[in-house]
């Protein structure tokens, strides 16, 4: 063998090795082989909104802002403070009918004097929101720390871990890195966020304070005000990613209940033939605190068009990707799913 050739050679085993294992016959996927997205309508990646400190720019700008392009974000909010009360209706007849989900970011913002201080600070705020949303009662809320001096921050982190499991709420993940105008000045490079999120598959997110008022104008703005110039070309490139496909704009608790309903589910295949395909879809996560529907893909039989997918009672019909896959929601509840081909 010459030189060449034998170069030739070895390219040609290193090609095969790295690529012919995904060709072998025994590949080729199963009728009723079904996976659960990583992310809800399979999209690549969740990205979430957030805003604190409950600031009136948030209900005379950024909600009717995202409303407009049928976005949401989760409000963390300090029902016991002065900007909050001003806008209290607002935020107990309006936003969360709107879609906007509010997180615990404590009732005053004013930190914590001790531990039976920080129970109604945090305690309260929990109750408040779950009062005044309809759903259920021990429903998991997100919890934010509110930024505050070190000397008025007067329980542990161990205590506040308690805190948070006896009112049923999930820590936000940390603001570091991820602040509008503190760490993030550019619509280009918090959507960079976006797009590392999308290339990765993972979870990214942007904490805004203020958001800048033209009207009415009062001659002072919000803390932090995030500019107009950079916030409405940053939601117009967000809905651009979401309408795509590629992000899911979500509220933080529906983020943390997809993610950890779908890292415990269980995928069983009951029976699998050419008129029906029967699946059962379980998750080992508690279903008292997650319930949210995760989003499935089947592989059905090649001469499927149309799918009726029948679960508890309750009915959908989709239609068949050109892979032959079919996509749905169902809850991991256990219940036999029913995937039959639709007449006509
Ligand atoms: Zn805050």
């Known amino acids: ?74 409000f963390y909010i300090n029902p016991g403070k002065g900007e909050y009360l001003k806008f209290a209706t607002d935020w107990q007849e309006k ?37 005044m949303v309809p759903g259920k009662a021990e429903r998991l809320v997100s919890y ?18 308690e805190l948070l499991k006896k009112h049923h709420m999930i820590d936000r993940p940390p603001f570091t890195g991820h602040g509008a105008v503190y760490h993030l000045k550019t619509t280009e490079e918090m959507l960079a966020l976006a797009d590392k999120a999308i290339a990765s598959g993972g979870m990214e997110y942007l904490v805004v304070h203020g958001v800048e008022r033209t009207t009415p104008r009062l001659g002072y703005q919000d803390f932090w005000p995030l500019p107009q110039a950079v916030f409405f070309p940053l939601l117009d490139a967000l809905k651009e990613r979401s309408d795509r496909g590629d992000l899911w704009i979500t509220d933080h608790i529906s983020q943390h209940q997809y993610e950890t309903e779908r890292n415990a589910a269980v995928t069983k295949v009951v029976e699998a033939g050419e008129k029906a395909i029967k699946l059962q879809l379980t998750t080992t996560a508690d279903p008292k605190y997650y319930d949210l529907p995760l989003t499935w893909v089947t592989r059905v039989p090649a001469g499927w068009k149309k799918v009726k997918v029948v679960h508890e009672g309750k009915e959908q019909k989709v ?26």
């Not at 934010?144 to 329980?155: M, S």
């Not at 239609?319 to 006509?344: N, W």
Request: hydrophobic share 40%.
């Open 1 to 74: 063998m010459g030189r060449m050739s034998r170069s030739f050679f070895f390219a040609t085993t290193v090609l095969c090795l790295l690529f012919c294992s995904s060709l072998l016959p025994g590949q080729t996927p199963q009728v009723g082989e079904t996976r659960v997205a990583k992310w809800k309508d399979d999209r690549k990646a969740a990205f979430l909104l957030m805003f604190d400190d409950s600031w009136p720019s948030h209900v005379q700008v950024a909600a009717p802002e995202l409303v407009k392009r049928g976005l949401v974000a989760t």
């Open 95 to 131: 936003l969360w009918k709107q879609g906007m989900v509010y997180g615990n970011h404590t009732m005053t913002h004013k930190g914590v004097k001790d531990l039976e201080n920080a129970e109604w600070e945090i305690g309260e705020c929990a109750r408040i929101i779950r009062e």
């Open 144 to 161: 934010g720390q509110p930024g505050v001096d070190k000397d008025a921050w007067n329980i542990t982190p161990a205590q506040l871990e």
């Open 319 to 344: 239609s068949v990707q050109p892979d032959h896959t079919v996509r749905f929601d169902a809850l991991p509840d256990g219940k036999l799913l029913l995937l039959q081909q639709e007449d006509g």
